[in-house]
């Protein structure tokens, strides 16, 4: 029989598409189906034998699938993720966190979400009232229809009419509440975390400096509105069963005795520990899931963001088998996520539900199947029938609040996924803050094999170590080695002093040292030794090669990052925003655009070489001590750019300059020349000196 079995279930898992196979063994399942049902023991047991056989046999069937993925493109590599497994599950480190973010989200007694906390328990406690009456009127209402008594009939039938709009208006003031809830908890854990993460260059360090987090913006939008949601959830889910058992537990005491609530109880404390252990997967699948979904998000966002690149080198089919494999990766973790919700949903449903009404019948029937029971040796039949729709109505509701709250579990082990993401991304936030950051992949004996000849092994260098003075009108470096967050040292010791109207020129090959020097200057990267005078990071501008276009119009291109007010608060006005405009001939980009007030997305509407001189008028309204130039007029005609540079200097705005147009030299008195190699030169331009680049 079992081998019938066997082959039937192998025959309808791999000929479901088929509809007509399906029709012609429909007279065979018939036929098995009856005699499945003559001998249910047997059929149990083979039902049993055969998905004990089939799970084992997906499993090595899984595992050697996921073994020939492993060989395939791991995006994962591509954002330096750790392939850490984070454990978490419903435990004491699970509550410490959740106790640290309900303080950021119910920062005080009197604040608007203890309002809707409030709401939702009144809301809950008025609802649980209701179903109380509700049970107590319809066993009225049916009493009257088995004994026929229109008058009572009709009574308690117009009480239920009477009752349905503030029964209504409980439910929604429930569903209205905890949107509110969800929403406020948002609002102030998402407010929170901003500050942190867009306090100084933290946004920066995170991405470039420190490699335990990528994908921030998943967590900042998706993972922080999952916890949300899932707690505002669970705090409804959990209290509304709680309260209904208490209420239950009352009234049934009074019906039929402690034992019934007590054997309740005890089954709601043996069910909820068994399937506690049994959900403890489901906290790491979860923190994996929300991982992967990370990865697939941030290989969307690459190719968008480099889509001319990738367009130019003919990258299709090579992106499109990155982002099918971080697909692939994504969806195998799903599929094996639900089936084993599927798994754990089978004995969720027998233990919370079926089971559970199984105690419920044998609790409720105690005082009525003993004939020798007090309470109804004098009660009529209607007496006893309206007694047992009562209990067994208010034990059904007892049964189905305990289910809910053991199914309640799964819920909180999914919260505690979210609960270890958000911690994460906090920790690794106020690390950022008080200047300490991380990267596993690279150690400091790597570091050490990577830095020059002429360092020492025993004296590595060490992030933070420098010391950095703020002095206006100066720049100097003092012993200040160019190291980058990988270990890389580019300079073993850089020492140079450049003073207000001391324009100088940056020269050197690709990965010199150019851009790590700005980024040390602007205060991007730590220092490894040395020390650095320099103004504060206010009295410094810099302009990259591509410039930044903000969101907004094109009065915020000028002024960014102040705003309006902000700059009427300075003094400034259109009339003088246009002479700056008129500095760099893009004036007529005011009539062409409609004025100061259009908004476009800048990044498309501006050609190349508009954006380079948009950026030049926002170094003349910001007037910086210092303004560092990343081959910012690359895309600028000769006359134009010479033109700039003399307004500059007029300003007294002294640059650095990273080019290699020899017309730029007769702009600046000093260079500073790398040779790639870990040495550089810094001397003044003088007459007849030989001028090199393009």
């Not at 969307?300 to 982002?323: D, H, K, M, P």
Request: positive net charge.
């Amino acid at each position: 029989y079992f081998r019938i079995l066997a082959l039937v279930v192998a025959i309808f898992q791999y000929s479901l598409s088929s509809v007509g196979f399906l029709y012609l063994i429909m007279p065979v399942l018939s036929k098995l189906t009856s005699a499945a049902l003559s001998n249910p023991r047997r059929t149990a047991f083979s039902l049993l034998v055969a998905a004990g056989a089939a799970f084992v046999v997906r499993q090595r069937l899984v595992a050697k699938k996921n073994s020939d993925d492993n060989t395939a493109v791991d995006p994962s590599r591509l954002a330096s993720e750790d392939e850490r497994r984070d454990k978490a599950s419903v435990n004491a480190v699970f509550f410490r966190r959740l106790f640290a973010l309900l303080r950021i989200c119910i920062p005080g007694v009197f604040t608007k979400e203890s309002a809707y906390l409030l709401m939702v328990a009144t809301s809950l406690i008025t609802r649980t009232v209701c179903d109380l009456w509700m049970i107590q009127n319809g066993t009225a209402i049916e009493s009257s229809i088995i004994g026929r008594n229109m008058a009572a009939f009709k009574t308690n039938l117009m009480k239920f009419v009477y009752a349905m709009p503030l029964i209504a208006l409980c439910n929604n003031l429930l569903k209205l509440g905890l949107d509110q809830l969800k929403l406020s908890f948002r609002d102030r854990l998402s407010t929170y975390l901003y500050q942190l993460y867009l306090n100084g260059f933290t946004y920066y360090r995170m991405v470039n400096l420190d490699n335990r987090i990528t994908n921030a913006d998943q967590l900042l939008t998706q993972d922080v509105e999952k916890f949300c949601h899932c707690l505002a959830d669970l705090y409804s889910n959990v209290s509304k069963p709680m309260l209904d058992i208490c209420i239950y537990l009352k009234e049934l005491t009074g019906a039929i005795g402690p034992q019934g609530p007590a054997s309740m109880l005890g089954y709601l404390a043996v069910s909820g520990l068994f399937l506690t252990r049994l959900r403890r997967p489901v906290g790491r699948l979860t923190v994996t899931e929300q991982r992967l979904e990370g990865e697939y998000r941030y290989v969307n966002s690459r190719l968008i963001t480099n889509c001319e690149e990738v367009a130019f080198y003919q990258g299709n089919e090579r992106e499109r088998l990155t982002i099918t494999s971080t697909l692939r990766r994504l969806v195998n973790h799903l599929r094996k996520f639900i089936w084993f919700r599927f798994s754990l949903g089978i004995v969720d449903s027998i233990i919370a539900k079926y089971l559970a009404t199984c105690v419920g019948y044998l609790v409720v029937s105690r005082p009525f199947l003993d004939l020798a029971h007090p309470r109804h040796q004098h009660s009529s039949h209607s007496e006893i029938m309206e007694d047992y729709y009562r209990s067994g109505r208010m034990l059904v509701r007892m049964a189905q609040a305990i289910g809910r709250i053991v199914l309640a579990g799964r819920e909180m082990t999914r919260l505690a996924g979210y609960t270890a993401r958000v911690t994460e991304l906090i920790a690794v936030l106020k690390d950022l803050n008080h200047g300490t950051y991380k990267r596993t992949m690279v150690n400091s004996s790597n570091a050490q094999r990577k830095q020059l000849a002429m360092q020492e092994p025993s004296q590595p260098f060490v992030p933070g170590t420098g010391e950095l003075i703020e002095r206006d009108n100066i720049i100097s470096f003092d012993h200040v080695p160019l190291v980058t967050p990988n270990g890389d040292v580019l300079v073993q010791d850089l020492t140079f002093e450049v003073r207000s109207g001391m324009n100088c020129l940056v020269c050197g090959p690709n990965g010199c040292g150019k851009s790590s020097l700005f980024r040390i200057l602007g205060e991007l990267w730590p220092l490894f030794g040395g020390c650095l005078v320099k103004p504060n990071r206010s009295k410094l501008f810099y302009i990259p090669q591509r410039p930044y276009m903000t969101i907004g119009s094109l009065r915020d291109q000028l002024t960014y990052p102040d705003s309006v007010e902000q700059m009427q608060a300075k003094g400034y006005t259109d009339e003088r925003l246009t002479e700056y405009l008129e500095q760099v001939q893009l004036e007529y980009i005011l009539e062409r655009e409609g004025g100061w007030e259009t908004v476009q997305d800048w990044m498309d509407v501006l050609s190349g070489g508009e954006k380079q001189r948009v950026a030049m008028a926002r170094l003349l309204y910001h007037k910086p001590q210092f303004a560092i130039l990343d081959e910012c007029t690359s895309a600028v005609s000769v006359d134009v750019e010479g033109l700039i540079y003399r307004r500059c200097r007029e300003m007294d705005i002294t640059l650095f300059t990273v080019s290699h147009r020899k017309s730029l030299w007769q702009h600046h008195e000093f260079v500073l020349q790398f040779d790639g190699r870990g040495a550089y030169e810094f001397k003044r331009i003088e007459p007849g000196m030989d001028e090199f680049g393009s």
